[in-house]
């Protein structure tokens, strides 16, 4: 079975340039998540989709972030424009509801110069 | 409100010996419980999870947890520690009557000592 998959790995941008992270859930999952971990810190929640519905996104800093998740499969977070603080991993993860499982990308690092 | 609670931000234990890290959760109906483990700058990696099977789950590395929902805990443990056990540890919760709130608790870093 493959796993959620995130692109880019790695990217480097300058303050106040925009950067799109694209997450591909396992097939069938639901239940798809965006999660920003900064260096030393637990991850914290951005936006949580339902099939293409937003369920959460009151954490989601929506002056600058954006998030979509067209047909209830892949999702890009976008953000707009990147501030210092912005650097972190950006994690994907998905669930499925029928056994209650749950798989994390590999994450996307984000440094902003 | 939801929440998932790490009651130890560090745990120091010696190579050889046991060890417990502690999560509570809020209670629920039914939770899906997992234990995750990140070293340091790499991505998380599984090490168990409960989702409403035996109460008593086995993980990979020798780590084991227990569901106790009279007590709403599921406390990590292994019975002899490695070095290469050094990382951080995170308690994670589904809350699946909360329309599938996925909670993080805080982590908790655990040492190893030679």
């Known amino acids: 079975e493959a796993g959620v998959a995130q692109s880019p790995r790695y990217k480097i941008i300058e303050k106040r340039q925009s950067v799109a992270f694209w997450c591909n859930p396992i097939?069938?999952?639901?239940?798809l998540y965006w999660y920003q971990q900064i260096l030393g810190q637990g991850p914290k929640l951005l936006i949580q989709?339902?099939?293409?519905?937003?369920?959460?996104d009151s954490q989601l800093p929506k002056d600058r972030f954006s998030a979509e998740r067209l047909k209830g499969v892949d999702s890009t977070l976008k953000i707009q424009p990147a501030k210092l603080e912005d650097s972190a991993v950006y994690l994907c993860a998905s669930h499925r509801m029928n056994t209650g499982e749950l798989f994390f990308g590999e994450g996307s690092r984000l440094t902003v110069l | 409100a939801q929440s998932v609670t790490q009651l130890d931000s560090h745990v120091s234990v010696s190579e050889g010996t046991p060890v417990l890290l502690r999560c509570n959760y809020s209670?629920?109906?039914?939770?899906?419980l997992f234990w995750y483990v990140q070293h340091p700058n790499k991505g998380l990696q599984l090490l168990l999870k409960?989702?409403?099977?035996?109460?008593l789950v086995k993980g990979i590395n020798g780590f084991e947890a227990e569901f106790k929902k009279s007590e709403t805990s599921f406390h990590l443990t292994k019975p002899s520690a490695h070095m290469s056990d050094a990382a951080e540890y995170f308690c994670v919760v589904i809350y699946m009557e909360y329309g599938n709130k996925l909670v993080f608790g805080a982590g908790t870093i655990l040492r190893v000592k030679s």
């Open positions: 209670s629920s109906y039914s939770p899906s």
């Open positions: 097939s069938g999952h639901a239940t």
């Open positions: 409960y989702t409403s099977a035996a109460t």
């Open positions: 989709f339902q099939n293409n519905g937003v369920v959460d």
